[in-house]
Nanobody, 122 residues
C-alpha cells in the first residue's frame, strides 16, 4: 500500500476532524499530495493539494478558510485539518499523489489511497 488515508468519523456541524494520508517514501518525495471527496450520488471532487517542492497549497473554493492541508516530511504524512464542518462536507475522502503541482484534475493523479468516510450531522 503506497497511500493510506485515515481519520474519518462522525461529527456534528461546526465540529472538526483531522484526516491523515501516510505515503510511502518514494511517493512523498517528488509528488504533490491532494485530497478529493465523493458524496453519495455525486462525482468525486477536488478538495485541496499540497505542492511538492513549493511552500504552497491550493484549495477548492468550497473549503477555503475552513480546511488546511499540511505536509510533514519526517512523518511522510499529509494532513487535512477540517474545521467548521458542514453537512455538505459529508463524503468519502481520498488522498492521491500527482507529479503536477496545483492541479485539481483527478486525471493527473497517479496513485490513490483507499477512502476514509466523514459524516457531518446537522
Amino acid at each position: 500500500v503506497q497511500l493510506q488515508a485515515s481519520g474519518g468519523g462522525s461529527v456534528q456541524a461546526g465540529g472538526s476532524l483531522k484526516l491523515s494520508c501516510a505515503a510511502s517514501v518514494n511517493l512523498f518525495s517528488g509528488y504533490a499530495i491532494g485530497w478529493f471527496r465523493q458524496s453519495p450520488g455525486k462525482e468525486r471532487e477536488f478538495v485541496a493539494v499540497d505542492n511538492w517542492n513549493e511552500d504552497s497549497r491550493y484549495y477548492a473554493d468550497s473549503v477555503k478558510g475552513r480546511f488546511t492541508i499540511s505536509r510533514h516530511n519526517a512523518e511522510s504524512t499529509v494532513y487535512l485539518q477540517m474545521n467548521s464542518l458542514k453537512p455538505e462536507d459529508t463524503a468519502v475522502y481520498y488522498c492521491a499523489a500527482s507529479l503536477f503541482n496545483n492541479n485539481p484534475n483527478e486525471d493527473r493523479y497517479h496513485y490513490w489511497g483507499q477512502g476514509t468516510k466523514v459524516t457531518v450531522s446537522s
